[in-house]
């Protein structure tokens, strides 16, 4: 196996391309893409494994800041979850080191759950003081500290600090896109203009040819179709069938916009605000926000859904065009000697930045793999492919347990409340009403247990009967409240050395 074709560029694309070339630098990589195309730019926000893949290509996060507007994010901040107050809102927030999480308190006999919030509930404390990242990010701060040590200061400037949490990181997708190209044809990385026309294939229907409208044509062994919306490849050419997930996330239509700011203060978060009928993503990138609101087309209009946004933020906005999707995935995204990457495999929803998370857990797979493509071996297919499905299967859970809070301003909020729900959320959610979480709930291998609490607390799921019930009748009040005092006070201590956000993108840029 020597030709590699990625077919679609855009960050999803780029991001494939550089992954093979990083771990299979011999094999020829051709991206086809066409500026005729462009690219969607509305995901703007990711997860803490961008980082790690960031550092699997070379690419510093510095260089993320100078050419992609990028910003730092420590969490997603949910804003009128619960209600219209003005003070609803809660943080889910990525790991941070120990002594400042949710397992603060754990001792060698209640090693099982995450004690400190619950600790905190039974005192009567409200979750937001016993969240570092929330004290953090309400101050515009970043989980740095200064370095001292004076061999850490190399040519990377992120070790100039020392990092308490993961995180992640926001952009101008359109930028980042434009980045990642111009590394990847440093890199070796061939692109070919076009846009694909036919599509030729062997007896056994594995690809052969790419033939393109400008009369060149691409020559496979293997094809990644990163075609996006379009789904060119996976679902136009091989018919995969399609695993729809609308009865659980109804949401269909979203609508981009932008807000300038010109403001000093840049939010180290993701902000996702609940409205009527949706909700708004609005992600701070360097000199703007990157804004969409997502909704059920069956209760509102765009041109209504227009009007709730400049309500909602005090001014007129242009909206560039909107997109019409359906939640869901193909049961099969490898198929032959093709695999679907990004959009073109599926679209749940942005509400967790789940997209170029799974893009890249994807090619990660297939670079492990690749040595074995060849082979075409239908059960390593089968394998992937059921793997692919039951990791959307964990983000429709994790996602739609955040639209199960207590907002009922609507029809589209009130119909949660009946909703039928997929199974392992619905055993969840039984029996975190009648107990707290534990280790022993943790099965799932893309959210952590700490993720789950976090929005069971910020939603108030979680019944103040059941958690006073767990905590007296394991004697914990008498094990660990004393504790939780002293994990509040550690906490503070290690806000106010916290780096300020906008100080912390002046160093990256200047590196």
């Given at each position: 196996?020597?030709?590699?074709?990625?077919?679609?560029?855009?960050t999803?694309?780029?991001?494939?391309a550089l992954?093979?070339?990083a771990?299979?630098?011999?094999?020829n990589?051709?991206?086809v893409?066409?500026?005729?195309i462009?690219?969607?730019?509305a995901?703007e926000?990711?997860?803490?494994?961008f980082?790690?893949v960031?550092?699997?290509?070379g690419?510093?996060?510095?260089?993320?800041?100078?050419?992609?507007?990028?910003?730092i994010?420590s969490?997603i901040?949910?804003?009128?979850w619960?209600?219209?107050?003005?003070?609803?809102y809660?943080y889910?927030?990525?790991?941070?080191a120990?002594?400042?999480?949710?397992?603060s308190l754990?001792?060698?006999?209640?090693?099982?759950?995450?004690l400190?919030?619950?600790?905190?509930?039974?005192?009567g404390?409200?979750?937001?003081?016993?969240?570092?990242?929330?004290?953090?990010?309400?101050?515009?701060k970043?989980?740095?500290?200064?370095?001292?040590d004076?061999q850490?200061?190399n040519?990377?400037?992120i070790?100039q600090?020392?990092?308490?949490?993961?995180y992640?990181m926001?952009?101008?997708?359109?930028?980042?896109?434009?980045?990642?190209?111009h590394?990847?044809?440093?890199r070796?990385i061939?692109?070919?203009?076009?846009?694909?026309?036919?599509?030729v294939s062997?007896?056994?229907g594995?690809i052969?040819?790419?033939?393109l409208?400008?009369?060149?044509?691409?020559n496979?062994?293997?094809v990644?179709d990163?075609t996006?919306?379009q789904?060119?490849?996976?679902g136009?050419?091989?018919?995969?069938?399609?695993?729809?997930?609308?009865d659980?996330?109804?949401?269909?239509?979203?609508?981009?916009?932008?807000?300038?700011?010109d403001s000093?203060?840049?939010e180290?978060?993701?902000?996702?605000?609940?409205?009527?009928?949706g909700?708004?993503?609005?992600?701070?990138?360097?000199?703007?926000?990157?804004c969409?609101?997502?909704?059920?087309s069956?209760?509102?209009?765009?041109?209504e859904?227009?009007?709730e946004v400049?309500?909602?933020?005090g001014?007129?906005?242009?909206v560039?065009?909107?997109?019409?999707f359906?939640?869901?995935?193909?049961n099969?995204?490898?198929?032959?000697?093709c695999?679907?990457?990004?959009?073109?495999?599926?679209?749940?929803?942005?509400?967790?930045a789940?997209?170029?998370?799974t893009?890249?857990?994807?090619v990660?797979?297939?670079?492990?793999?690749?040595?074995r493509?060849e082979q075409g071996?239908?059960?390593?297919r089968?394998?992937f492919n059921?793997?692919?499905?039951?990791?959307n299967?964990?983000?429709v859970?994790?996602?739609?347990?955040?639209y199960?809070g207590?907002?009922?301003?609507s029809?589209?909020?009130?119909a949660?409340?009946t909703?039928?729900?997929?199974?392992q959320?619905?055993?969840?959610?039984?029996?975190w009403k009648?107990t707290?979480?534990?280790?022993?709930?943790?099965n799932?291998?893309?959210?952590?247990?700490?993720?789950?609490i976090?929005v069971?607390?910020?939603?108030?799921?979680?019944?103040?009967?059941?958690?006073?019930t767990?905590?007296?009748?394991?004697n914990?009040?008498?094990v660990s409240?004393?504790g939780?005092?002293d994990?509040k006070?550690?906490?503070?201590?290690?806000?106010?050395?916290?780096?300020?956000?906008?100080?912390?993108?002046?160093?990256?840029?200047?590196a």
């Amino acid at each position: 196996m020597k030709d590699l074709v990625v077919v679609g560029g855009g960050t999803a694309g780029w991001l494939a391309a550089l992954l093979l070339n990083a771990h299979h630098p011999h094999k020829n990589i051709t991206v086809v893409e066409s500026d005729e195309i462009g690219i969607l730019g509305a995901g703007e926000g990711t997860v803490p494994h961008f980082i790690t893949v960031l550092d699997m290509l070379g690419i510093p996060v510095s260089d993320i800041v100078k050419y992609a507007d990028g910003t730092i994010k420590s969490a997603i901040k949910f804003t009128n979850w619960n209600s219209t107050d003005a003070d609803d809102y809660y943080y889910h927030p990525f790991t941070v080191a120990e002594g400042l999480n949710f397992s603060s308190l754990n001792t060698e006999n209640y090693n099982h759950t995450c004690l400190t919030p619950f600790i905190g509930m039974y005192k009567g404390d409200d979750f937001k003081n016993n969240n570092f990242i929330n004290k953090i990010s309400e101050q515009y701060k970043v989980a740095f500290t200064a370095n001292n040590d004076q061999q850490a200061l190399n040519d990377n400037p992120i070790f100039q600090f020392n990092k308490l949490s993961t995180y992640a990181m926001h952009f101008n997708a359109r930028k980042l896109a434009d980045f990642l190209k111009h590394v990847a044809l440093e890199r070796g990385i061939t692109r070919v203009e076009g846009i694909v026309d036919d599509i030729v294939s062997d007896e056994q229907g594995n690809i052969t040819t790419l033939n393109l409208g400008n009369g060149n044509s691409v020559n496979c062994d293997f094809v990644f179709d990163c075609t996006g919306l379009q789904r060119l490849i996976i679902g136009k050419h091989f018919g995969s069938q399609w695993n729809s997930y609308s009865d659980v996330l109804p949401c269909d239509t979203a609508m981009p916009f932008f807000i300038k700011t010109d403001s000093d203060n840049v939010e180290p978060y993701t902000e996702a605000i609940a409205m009527k009928y949706g909700w708004v993503w609005k992600i701070p990138v360097q000199g703007r926000y990157g804004c969409g609101y997502v909704f059920d087309s069956t209760y509102i209009s765009v041109d209504e859904a227009k009007k709730e946004v400049e309500e909602r933020f005090g001014c007129e906005i242009e909206v560039p065009r909107t997109f019409k999707f359906s939640a869901g995935c193909y049961n099969e995204t490898w198929i032959k000697n093709c695999i679907a990457v990004g959009l073109s495999s599926g679209f749940i929803e942005p509400l967790e930045a789940t997209s170029i998370w799974t893009t890249t857990m994807n090619v990660l797979d297939v670079v492990v793999w690749l040595d074995r493509l060849e082979q075409g071996n239908q059960d390593d297919r089968d394998f992937f492919n059921e793997t692919f499905v039951q990791r959307n299967q964990e983000v429709v859970d994790f996602l739609a347990f955040h639209y199960m809070g207590k907002r009922n301003d609507s029809e589209f909020w009130t119909a949660w409340k009946t909703k039928k729900l997929p199974k392992q959320l619905d055993k969840l959610t039984k029996r975190w009403k009648r107990t707290v979480p534990s280790y022993s709930d943790d099965n799932r291998d893309l959210f952590s247990l700490d993720s789950w609490i976090a929005v069971a607390i910020g939603i108030k799921w979680i019944e103040p009967e059941a958690v006073n019930t767990y905590i007296e009748a394991n004697n914990i009040n008498n094990v660990s409240a004393l504790g939780y005092d002293d994990v509040k006070q550690y906490q503070d201590s290690h806000v106010d050395p916290c780096i300020d956000h906008q100080t912390f993108l002046n160093i990256m840029r200047s590196a």
